[in-house]
């Protein structure tokens, strides 16, 4: 039968214990397995390789992102980690210049070391994006929406570009979640996900990852996974688990949410611009209504102040929470600059329009009033360019 995203949410990979009749599935409080013979066993033999509470997890975060395989990881950077172990000394990666700074780290800091390159580029532009392109280039990575400027890339029609030069796509779809977005059915070959953000949900575990219907790239990706080892304790797949079940409820609640934050922000004198996809001027408004199902929960913005004034904004307020990460069911907001794209060369976070004043907000499930309220008296507080002495 086919089940709607909510009923796999709750049933993917979770049945019943057919021991106990317990309706939640069980923590497998274990790391090795017990051998009928040298050889023979019942499908499992030690954690690492793998785990009936992880496969619960890989097995629903799968279905929900339509896919054929899913493997889970201890962190979202040791699934992009994973994921990049598909590529040699040689090979030539494009992506966007507007990404996660662990991502840029990563890129740039170990796997340059190894013989690989990256082009940063403008990729809201499928021109820029094929003009990328080298005979060595072996993998398109996306993320839309980007962190923290929320662009917004045609996933569609980037991966034609992809596929007609043979080269693998993967899309991060943490920002936007399986419930808003499916790359899969846009044409990318892998999806990542850290799982600590929108799925889990609870800003209470680790995790990330992988998503393929591609049986070639998923041996290939199971090998890695249980070569090197990164993957979740089987209480961070029970407690990745619970979260899912309430995914579609949370998301819905958390874009309702934005919504009512941007429109604040936008129409407040002390905030210069405001990056939300769900606002029509945006310029991937139209891509993000065709290819997504709402506009997420993550909206950035720029006050009209020197940096440290922004930076003490952060200090005024009462109910976000100053702290890395995103997509919990407590608001938090951070400064990019200085947090999650510190590792990011200055020059190219101007380049990418990254402000040493932007503030990036990742709206929860507080009421929005309040919210909406706690940002009021924390800009009243903020002394603007214009009044500054």
Same mark, same amino acid.
């Given at each position: 039968?086919?089940?709607?995203?909510?009923?796999?949410?709750?049933? #993917?990979?979770?049945?019943?214990?057919?021991?106990?009749?317990?309706?939640?599935?069980?923590?497998?409080?274990?790391?090795?397995?017990? !051998?009928?013979?040298?050889?023979?066993?019942?499908?499992?033999?030690?954690?690492?390789?793998?785990?009936?509470?992880?496969?619960?997890?890989?097995?629903?975060?799968?279905?929900?992102?339509?896919?054929?395989?899913?493997?889970?990881?201890?962190?979202?950077?040791?699934?992009?980690?994973?994921?990049?172990?598909?590529?040699?000394?040689?090979?030539?990666?494009?992506?966007? !210049?507007?990404?996660?700074? /662990?991502?840029?780290?990563?890129?740039?800091?170990?796997?340059?070391?190894?013989?690989?390159?990256?082009?940063?580029?403008?990729?809201?532009?499928?021109?820029?994006?094929?003009?990328?392109?080298?005979?060595?280039?072996?993998?398109?990575?996306?993320?839309?929406?980007?962190?923290?400027?929320?662009?917004?890339? =045609?996933?569609? /029609?980037?991966?034609?570009?992809?596929?007609?030069?043979?080269?693998?796509? &993967?899309?991060?779809?943490?920002?936007?979640?399986?419930?808003?977005?499916?790359?899969?059915?846009?044409?990318?070959?892998?999806?990542?996900? #850290?799982?600590?953000?929108?799925?889990?949900?609870?800003?209470?575990?680790? /995790?990330?990852?992988?998503?393929?219907?591609?049986?070639?790239? !998923?041996?290939?990706?199971? +090998?890695? !996974?249980?070569?090197?080892?990164?993957?979740?304790?089987?209480?961070?797949?029970?407690?990745?688990?619970?979260?899912?079940?309430?995914?579609? &409820?949370?998301?819905?609640?958390?874009?309702?949410?934005?919504?009512?934050?941007?429109?604040?922000?936008?129409?407040?004198?002390? &905030?210069?611009?405001?990056? +939300?996809?769900?606002?029509? =001027?945006?310029?991937?408004?139209?891509?993000?209504?065709?290819?997504?199902? =709402?506009? /997420?929960?993550?909206?950035?913005?720029?006050?009209?102040?020197?940096?440290?004034?922004?930076?003490?904004?952060?200090?005024?307020?009462?109910?976000?929470?100053?702290?890395?990460?995103?997509?919990?069911?407590? #608001?938090?907001?951070?400064?990019?600059?200085?947090?999650?794209?510190?590792?990011?060369?200055?020059?190219?976070?101007?380049?990418?329009?990254?402000?040493?004043?932007?503030?990036?907000?990742?709206?929860?499930?507080? =009421?929005?009033?309040?919210?909406?309220?706690?940002?009021?008296?924390?800009?009243?507080?903020?002394?603007?360019?214009?009044?500054?002495?």
């Amino acid at each position: 039968m086919d089940y709607g995203f909510d009923t796999r949410a709750i049933h #993917s990979g979770q049945p019943n214990d057919p021991v106990t009749g317990a309706i939640n599935y069980p923590i497998y409080q274990t790391s090795t397995f017990g !051998q009928e013979a040298p050889g023979v066993h019942q499908g499992y033999v030690y954690a690492r390789t793998g785990h009936p509470t992880r496969t619960a997890l890989e097995t629903c975060i799968a279905s929900l992102e339509d896919a054929k395989f899913g493997l889970a990881f201890s962190s979202g950077m040791a699934a992009i980690n994973n994921v990049l172990n598909l590529l040699k000394s040689g090979d030539h990666v494009v992506t966007c !210049q507007d990404l996660y700074g /662990g991502a840029y780290r990563m890129f740039t800091k170990l796997y340059d070391k190894f013989g690989v390159k990256f082009s940063f580029v403008d990729a809201t532009s499928l021109e820029s994006i094929e003009r990328a392109f080298t005979p060595q280039t072996r993998m398109l990575w996306l993320e839309t929406p980007s962190n923290p400027l929320l662009r917004i890339i =045609d996933l569609e /029609g980037a991966a034609k570009i992809a596929r007609k030069r043979g080269a693998i796509v &993967v899309t991060d779809n943490t920002f936007a979640s399986p419930y808003l977005q499916s790359p899969l059915k846009l044409g990318t070959d892998i999806v990542v996900h #850290s799982t600590t953000k929108y799925i889990n949900g609870h800003s209470d575990v680790l /995790g990330g990852a992988t998503v393929t219907d591609s049986p070639e790239l !998923q041996e290939q990706l199971k +090998f890695f !996974q249980n070569c090197v080892g990164a993957v979740p304790a089987p209480m961070d797949c029970y407690l990745t688990l619970r979260g899912i079940k309430t995914l579609s &409820v949370r998301v819905d609640r958390h874009c309702r949410n934005a919504r009512e934050v941007a429109k604040f922000l936008k129409g407040h004198p002390k &905030v210069a611009k405001v990056y +939300f996809p769900g606002f029509p =001027d945006h310029p991937g408004h139209e891509v993000a209504k065709r290819q997504m199902r =709402d506009f /997420g929960a993550m909206v950035s913005f720029e006050i009209k102040s020197d940096v440290e004034e922004a930076k003490k904004f952060t200090s005024h307020l009462e109910l976000w929470t100053l702290g890395e990460s995103l997509g919990g069911v407590k #608001s938090l907001l951070c400064h990019p600059p200085t947090m999650t794209h510190a590792s990011v060369d200055p020059e190219m976070r101007r380049q990418v329009g990254i402000s040493d004043g932007l503030i990036r907000c990742s709206v929860g499930l507080e =009421d929005a009033r309040d919210l909406v309220r706690d940002l009021e008296q924390a800009l009243a507080k903020v002394r603007t360019a214009v009044t500054a002495a």
